[in-house]
């Protein structure tokens, strides 16, 4: 059961490139998120999507689009990529928001030089 | 504002007990959660809180007090690989996570 999977799990770009994080689920979940992880900080919501078809913004959705075309997939992009967007990006999955905990992903390492 | 306060970094000794805190301010309260987090890894599950009382799972409990908007992890019979950030999580009204910044735990033999 590979549960969240995430890829790639590393990447460096270059400002102004653009680029497309994969998270996929074998959990049959209704409930993805993107999240990012920044030193001395909490994880923020990036986008979230509650189910098939849908997304909505989170905390901090500015530069990031998302798209959840099938169930098992979320993507996220970077329009144009910037050293402000150097982070690490984990997907998070739940069956239910409401007293289920959500499971994440390996997380992806990015940075924009 | 939403805040989540823990401290950012605890010390212990193995075999010993500690007791990591945690208050909130946040826009409704649906449950607290408490996330283990190893270096370089994900963030896994470790408690949920949604009622005043004490969750006990094993060698690790979790305290909460809606009223006081506070909780602690307890941790006891510490091992090495308990080495971790711990990371507490309060779900607000619209049913989502409101993240602190974790406490680092480092256990010295």
């Known amino acids: 059961n590979a549960g969240v999977t995430q890829t790639p799990k590393f990447r460096v770009l270059k400002t102004g490139q653009s680029m497309t994080l994969l998270c996929a689920q074998d959990?049959?979940?209704?409930?993805m998120y993107w999240y990012r992880q920044d030193p001395g900080m909490g994880l923020r919501l990036i986008h979230y999507s509650v189910g098939e078809g849908t997304t909505a913004k989170g905390e901090v959705p500015d530069g990031y689009n998302v798209s959840r075309l099938k169930k098992q997939n979320f993507l996220l992009g970077l329009e144009s990529a910037a050293p402000s967007q150097t982070s690490v990006y984990f997907c998070?999955?739940?069956?239910?928001?409401?007293?289920?905990?959500?499971?994440f992903g390996d997380g992806t390492r990015l940075s924009i030089l | 504002g939403q805040n989540i306060d823990q401290p950012t970094e605890m010390t212990a000794t193995e075999g010993a007990i500690v007791q990591i805190n945690c208050t909130y301010q946040?826009?409704?309260?649906?449950?607290l959660f408490w996330y283990q987090q190893h270096a370089g890894e994900a963030p896994t599950f470790l408690s949920y809180?949604?009622l005043d009382g004490l969750e006990e799972k094993g060698r690790f409990s979790s305290f909460l007090s809606r009223s006081k908007g506070y909780s602690y992890l307890l941790l006891k019979e510490l091992q090495m690989k308990d080495s971790a950030s711990y990371l507490c999580?309060?779900?607000?009204?619209?049913?989502?996570?409101?993240w602190g910044a974790g406490t680092k735990l480092i256990i010295k033999p």
């Open positions: 959990m049959n979940h209704e409930y």
């Open positions: 998070a999955s739940s069956y239910d928001p409401e007293g289920q905990p959500q499971h």
């Open positions: 999580a309060v779900m607000d009204s619209n049913y989502q996570l409101i």
């Open positions: 809180n949604v």
């Open positions: 946040t826009s409704g309260f649906n449950g």
